[in-house]
Structure formats: structure tokens, C-alpha cells
């Protein structure tokens, strides 16, 4: 039962996060830039309509699976972790609420507001310039979030976290 | 003030500095 909740449940969550945290690094390192370039010749229309709703599609799937595998590894100690009732899990009760606003930021501000701006839903220029803003800003303070999260994750465990905290 | 997140320089500037903070607030408290 260990093996598949912290063996397996450890891979899985790696396995998502990588594709979750990759695929946000593409629209802020790469996507963003991109877009902006090809406005100036009009040549975006193949990345909004091919390239994002796919990208899209696998990040708000994989942030879900991240989460729950996430939850699974702590089992018994979730509310250790998220209460930080006990000092060992401070370091992962930080992990796991940037990665619970992180979640919701997908979930609440990300996804809705993209799927306006991608004409997946109805908007007027003005409700679409506004959903612009809106999915940047939250995809940028995840990106943002994503540093101490993973600084957070790594240094959690074991060995790491004597060394790194004390 | 311009937003820091408008930059992706600057975004990556405010992970690191909550890093930082986050990082001390938790060492302090596991102490």
C-alpha cells in the first residue's frame, strides 16, 4: 500500500507537475513573446487556434492530476501539512497551499478567461480585452508562485530538508 | 509604479524574493 501511495503516488505527481509547470513556462517564456511578435504580421491565428486550446487542455487536466496525487502522497498527514500542525511539514504545508492557489488560479481565473479569449464562449471586444488582463496576470503570479513552490517541494523530504532547514 | 508582473524579469525577480521570505518565515518557525 506504501509503495503505490508515496512509490507510485511520488511519480505520478512529478510525472503532472513537469507537465503542468512546463506547459505554464511555455505560455510565459514562450507563448506570450510569440503572440505579441506575430500580431505585428498577423500570423497568430495558428497558435490560438491549434497550438493553445491543446496546451490548455493538457495544463488545467495536469494541475488537477498534480494536486490529487499531491494529496494522495500526504495521506495521513494532509492536515499536518495544511494546518502546519506539525514542524517536520511546514516546509510541504507551503508547497501544498501555493499549490492549492495555484489550482485555483487555473481553475477560476485562467480557464474561463481563456476560453473567452479564445472564442470558446461569447465576449465583446471589451469583456475579451478585460479576460486578457485578467488570465495574464494570474498566469504570471503562478509562474511567479511556481519558484517557491518548487524550492518548497524539494527541500521537504528527507535528508533535504535537515540540510536546508536545520 | 509599473506592475513587476508585466515583466517576465520581474516576475521571476518577485518568485525569488518570496522564495526568500517564505524560506525564513520557516525556518524561524521550525526552530
Keep these: 500500500m506504501d509503495f503505490i501511495q508515496l512509490g507510485l503516488g511520488r511519480w505520478l505527481h512529478i510525472l503532472a507537475g513537469v507537465m503542468w509547470i512546463g506547459l505554464l513556462y511555455y505560455f510565459n517564456f514562450v507563448q506570450v513573446g510569440a503572440l505579441k511578435a506575430a500580431a505585428a504580421d498577423n500570423t497568430g491565428a495558428g497558435i490560438t487556434k491549434h497550438v493553445a486550446p491543446r496546451a490548455l487542455f493538457y495544463f488545467r487536466w495536469a494541475a488537477v492530476v498534480t494536486w490529487l496525487a499531491g494529496a494522495m502522497i500526504l495521506g495521513k498527514h494532509f492536515l499536518d501539512a495544511f494546518l502546519f500542525l506539525k514542524p517536520a511539514y511546514y516546509p510541504i504545508g507551503v508547497g501544498a497551499w501555493l499549490g492549492t492557489i495555484m489550482l485555483f488560479n487555473v481553475w477560476m481565473l485562467i480557464w474561463p478567461n481563456q476560453k473567452k479569449i479564445l472564442g470558446m464562449v461569447s465576449a465583446t471586444d471589451a469583456e475579451k480585452n478585460k479576460a486578457r488582463r485578467v488570465a495574464f496576470l494570474a498566469s504570471r503570479t503562478n509562474t511567479m508562485l511556481s519558484l517557491p513552490l518548487l524550492f518548497f517541494m524539494s527541500a521537504s523530504g528527507g535528508i533535504f530538508r535537515t540540510v536546508v532547514f536545520g | ?31
Excluded at chain 2, 6 to 21: A, E, H, K, R
Design chain 2, 1 to 31: 509604479m509599473k506592475n513587476p508582473l508585466d515583466s517576465l524579469w520581474g516576475t521571476v525577480i518577485c518568485g525569488l524574493i518570496l522564495t526568500l521570505i517564505l524560506y525564513n518565515i520557516i525556518k524561524f518557525a521550525m526552530q
